[in-house]
């Protein structure tokens, strides 16, 4: 099966300019920090200096998304259940007896919003944010099932990504304070005369200290403290409604006081364990599955003393000795986001409408803007089961058929080159007008498994030398053996289908 | 010996008291002012508590004496957190203590299973905890058809080591799992019959129990079959939410019952329900309830003594506000691996108790 290619490939390569990384960390590190890597991405950091190249991962990050925002994102919730309800009973009324096609606009806004967000870290010129911005978002859940709201859900992403790689405790207090948090852990209807403890509990298990240090009565007091931070119904925004909140003396983790929702903050922020939650969370999310006691407890101290910086953190993590070890190579499972974004990434597949997309992730567990629950994605291991392990391949069976079949699920297909136009524009083009910006020009008869190098593979793949563009897909050894020989299209299309493009 | 046995986990923690409603006791009433079942809508059990008239597709079960309901069931020390809770159940551990192995791989540990057909178990929801474990093998799936074609499908033999890559040693292993299980099920699933009754679809649990009664039907020899129904973290604005959830789990489980009554299999399977708490006893500002301790669950099936098991937590004698446990819910386990495939194995209680449901 192997014939014509050796394993020496995946060893560490020997000599090179002593400062230049070298294409191993180069990918490794693109394989961590990006979407997808592609020959180009690591030809543009092997040669640097590697702690020089951490540094541009990390300067000027992207504050905003690129990607236009959908046009209801003003709207109030009032306003938005005044027309959910109209079209609730538009439908419900009918026409000539039959079911109308009304759009419910709560749906509707959901939809969009996560097309959006998919669109934004396929289109995104810094992938790392959108990590760091996806990582926050399963860090402090909120869901569209629950909040039903998505503006709000939208501006909450936005101060993920403006704090994505800024401040902890400022992203903490402002998720505090943030509408789509306060609807979904029902802070909004928390009132003296009777807290809800559902943010306070969640507040310390969850976002700060973690289980087992702090006890019950620690979490009544915190949902005392926070009584009275709350959303306005007309225009969205958080309020606070002094006549709501108890102001009595209340006693939280040992110290006593008469303490509102900034000083249980200020108390949890002084707490070491705060920091070891978060560098621990991370650490499986960048580095490997086990977190090193040792190595956390140092880059906590780091972080808390720093004032809870993040880019100084996760400078330190892409520097550390663990995440740089040839071991911890390949050693962390691909989430859905990675591998469902990433292949479009590397495959330069232009796909205008983002819902297939959605869908796909829905089935692999990782839908943005729902997670399972408020504790977020598991990860790990637990994103491969016998289900979604299948699901997955299939997945990426579709992509490389994407080449020749026209329609995916009706929702992805190809066009003769990138459009992201079409999602801008409009979010939601119909079937109809879609066609008409966009004619569908399949592709004739061949997928990428038996094109040979005149194949499209995406600007990023094209005239790439087999053994590189192998190396490049794959952080290790294939699992079941992939011929090296053949065509380009066919060398892409086992690598995607191999075992090891489930790791990173 | 040889009954199958499927799980209905209830995630977010179901609210017991208005589940098996104390209409009798004047402090449920002061507890639940807002959100309490009124006396006329609750189906009367006894003279001190009926089921939330939303269960009444259940009615047919109880009164041909097949539904069995525990009261009161939890553990000492409860924990509140959803996560920690639900592990605490799904690995019958003690609340101080962390187990990684599923209970019912538990009751498997040592045992000689028969080789079978590649498969001890199948989960139709995502949460396999209960019988993870090196003892079982388990399959997840949503759907069979799916499932043997995507497996048709995929790389059988590999020559590959893991090379103590401990993420690539999972992927190996459950690839393992898929290749075994589709060889075991394939010709079994492709010829069992479609269920007489269609489930209702608007929720997955039904589209999970019309898998779990074609598995049945099939008679695909697996030990357990776990199903899920969401949606229980209550809140805020309790009731419409709890209503339809009561609705939709009575009539599914209804389905159910008719079918396997019809297909000559309710007396082979016993049907569980667990959630991993109840809820505060007393009501919250925002109409909805937090998170609390016991709860009573539901048994079903054709060798299950019916009636009102265990003893229903009292009202006025709560603990930080929450319902003293009266059963512990590692006897509901230990009760079920006895009765259900003859292991005896008291899950680390110090005085395991045998709970009269079933035979």
């Not at chain 2, 599914?252 to 016993?270: F, P, Q, S």
């Not at chain 2, 009501?283 to 098991?309: E, I, R, W, Y």
């Amino acid at each position: 099966m192997s014939a014509g290619f050796s394993t020496g490939l995946w060893s560490v390569t020997s000599s090179r300019a002593a400062s230049a990384m070298g294409f191993d960390d180069a990918r490794h590190l693109l394989s961590r920090a990006s979407f997808g890597v592609t020959p180009a991405g690591i030809h543009a950091l092997e040669a640097l200096d590697y702690a020089a190249a951490v540094d541009g991962l990390l300067a000027n990050p992207r504050r905003e998304a690129l990607t236009p925002a959908p046009g209801w994102i003003g709207m109030g919730p009032t306003e938005l259940q005044r027309r959910q309800k109209a079209a609730e009973a538009q439908r419900k009324q009918g026409v000539d007896g039959k079911k109308p096609e009304i759009v419910l606009p709560v749906r509707e806004q959901g939809r969009e919003l996560r097309n959006w967000w998919v669109e934004e870290m396929i289109a995104t010129d810094q992938p790392l944010v959108e990590r760091m911005t996806l990582f926050w978002h399963g860090h402090f859940t909120s869901s569209l099932a629950k909040v039903r709201y998505p503006s709000s859900l939208f501006h909450q992403n936005a101060l993920f990504r403006r704090e994505a790689l800024g401040n902890y405790a400022s992203l903490l207090r402002a998720v505090a304070r943030d509408p789509a948090m306060l609807i979904y852990l029902d802070g909004r209807g928390s009132v003296a005369r009777q807290p809800n403890e559902n943010f306070a509990r969640e507040l310390l298990e969850l976002f700060t200290l973690g289980e087992g240090q702090y006890d019950e009565d620690d979490v009544k007091a915190a949902a005392r403290a926070f009584t009275g931070w709350s959303v306005d119904r007309e225009s969205g925004q958080f309020v606070e409604r002094p006549g709501r909140h108890d102001d009595g003396q209340k006693t939280f983790l040992g110290k006593s006081g008469r303490f509102g929702g900034d000083e249980i903050l200020t108390i949890l922020l002084a707490q070491p364990r705060t920091a070891e939650t978060i560098v621990e969370k991370l650490w499986r999310e960048f580095v490997s599955l086990k977190p090193d006691p040792a190595e956390v407890a140092r880059l906590a101290v780091g972080f808390r003393g720093g004032g809870y910086e993040i880019k100084p953190l996760m400078r330190a993590l892409f520097l550390s000795a663990a995440f740089r070890d040839p071991a911890n190579r390949g050693a962390l499972i691909k989430s859905p986001v990675d591998l469902i974004v990433g292949s479009v990434r590397v495959l330069g597949l232009p796909i205008p409408e983002k819902t297939g997309l959605v869908r796909m992730l829905q089935g692999l567990g990782q839908v943005p803007f729902d997670p399972p629950n408020v504790k977020g994605w598991a990860g790990g291991e637990s994103w491969i089961s016998t289900y979604t392990l299948l699901l997955r391949q299939q997945f990426l069976r579709r992509m490389i058929e994407a080449t020749t079949v026209a329609p995916m699920d009706g929702a992805m297909r190809m066009a003769e080159r990138p459009n992201r136009r079409a999602d801008r524009r409009e979010q939601l083009p119909a079937p109809e007008t879609m066609q008409m910006m966009d004619p569908p020009r399949p592709v004739e008869g061949r997928s990428l498994r038996n094109a040979g190098n005149e194949v499209r593979l995406g600007p990023t793949l094209t005239g790439v030398d087999n053994a590189v563009l192998l190396r490049a897909l794959l952080p290790r050894q294939p699992v079941d053996g992939v011929d090296a020989s053949g065509t380009a299209g066919s060398v892409v299309a086992s690598a995607l289908l191999d075992t090891a493009y489930q790791l990173k | 010996m040889g009954r199958i046995l499927l799980l209905v986990e209830l995630k977010g923690g179901n609210d017991g008291l208005n589940t098996l409603v104390p209409y009798a006791d004047p402090r449920y009433r002061e507890l639940r002012a807002g959100i309490g079942v009124p006396r006329e809508r609750v189906v009367q059990l006894d003279e001190r508590v009926g089921l939330h008239e939303r269960l009444e597709p259940l009615m047919d079960a109880w009164k041909a004496g097949d539904l069995a309901i525990v009261q009161g069931v939890g553990y000492p020390y409860p924990n509140r957190s959803h996560f920690r809770s639900i592990e605490i159940w799904d690995t019958a551990s003690a609340a101080s203590q962390t187990l990684s192995e599923g209970w019912i791989a538990q009751a498997f540990r040592g045992a000689r299973l028969a080789k079978g057909i590649g498969v001890d178990c199948i989960v139709a929801d995502t949460n396999a905890l209960p019988s993870t474990g090196p003892s079982l093998r388990t399959i997840v799936m949503q759907d069979a058809e799916n499932f043997l074609r995507q497996a048709n499908a995929i790389a059988t033999e590999s020559a590959m080591t893991d090379g103590g890559n401990p993420a690539l040693h999972h992927l190996l292993a459950v690839r393992q799992e898929i290749n075994a299980a589709a060889v075991g099920l394939r010709d079994r699933l492709r010829d069992a019959p479609a269920p007489a009754e269609a489930f209702p679809q608007e929720l997955l649990l039904g589209r999970q129990l019309d898998l779990a009664t074609r598995i049945l039907s099939a008679r695909v020899p697996v030990l357990a079959i776990k199903v899920a129904l969401g949606g229980f973290d209550t809140h805020a604005n309790q009731p419409p939410t709890h209503e339809r959830l009561l609705a939709s789990l009575a009539s599914n489980l209804a389905v159910l019952r008719r079918n396997l009554i019809a297909a000559d299999l309710w007396k082979d399977v016993v049907v569980v329900t667990y959630s991993e708490f109840g809820r505060r006893a007393k009501q919250n500002a925002s109409g909805g309830t937090d998170h609390g301790t016991s709860a009573p669950h539901f048994v079903m099936g054709g060798s299950v003594k019916g009636g009102l098991h265990g003893v229903y937590p009292s009202l006025s004698d709560l603990q930080d506000g929450d319902l003293r446990h009266t059963v512990d819910f590692r006897n509901v386990f230990a009760t079920l691996a006895l009765g259900c495939w003859g292991q005896s194995y008291d899950f680390g209680l110090r005085q395991p108790q045998r709970l009269g449901f079933l035979a």
